[in-house]
């Protein structure tokens, strides 16, 4: 297994997500560090570098993911997966407010949006000068 990602690759989940990050939607082009690709299900979790468990994810949401699969949910305490964004659409765990949150829907939305930070106080901001100017989602 390997955990190099090819250029064909890259390019795939980056025209593949028309450049915004899967998990919290902002773009390549409103951050200061570019988008990566993550590995959905982490190499020592058994996941492999293929197109379907690749997302191309923005650093801060890569690094608070990091190899996670699950995480508590705040409301019930009990494990629930994170969003997979293979599998799961955006809209049905998520939806974005016009303050600049990303307001979750379901047990795997607040499981999601809690580990991967989504409504940290620099990010909201930045989506709200985003939506200010049509630029988000």
């Known amino acids: 297994m390997t955990e190099y990602v090819s250029v064909e690759l890259r ?21 200061v560090l570019p988008h990566e690709p993550d ?7 058994g996941g492999l ?20 699969l ?8 009990l494990i ?15 939806r974005a407010d016009d303050d600049g949150r990303i307001v979750p829907l379901t047990d795997i939305g607040r499981v999601t949006a809690q580990l991967l930070r989504f409504n940290l106080s620099e990010s909201v901001l930045t989506r709200c000068e985003l939506i200010a100017r049509h630029l988000y989602p």
């Open 49 to 68: 570098t293929e197109a379907d468990n690749l997302a191309l994810a923005c650093f801060l949401c890569n690094r608070f993911k990091g190899s996670d």
């Open 39 to 45: 590995h959905v299900i982490a190499i020592k979790h």
């Open 70 to 77: 699950a995480s508590i949910d705040p409301q019930s305490n």
């Open 80 to 94: 629930v997966r994170l969003f997979h964004p293979r599998t799961d659409n955006w809209l049905d765990h998520f």
């Open 11 to 31: 390019r795939l989940i980056d025209e593949r997500s028309t450049g915004r990050c899967e998990y919290c939607h902002i773009h390549n082009d409103h951050v």
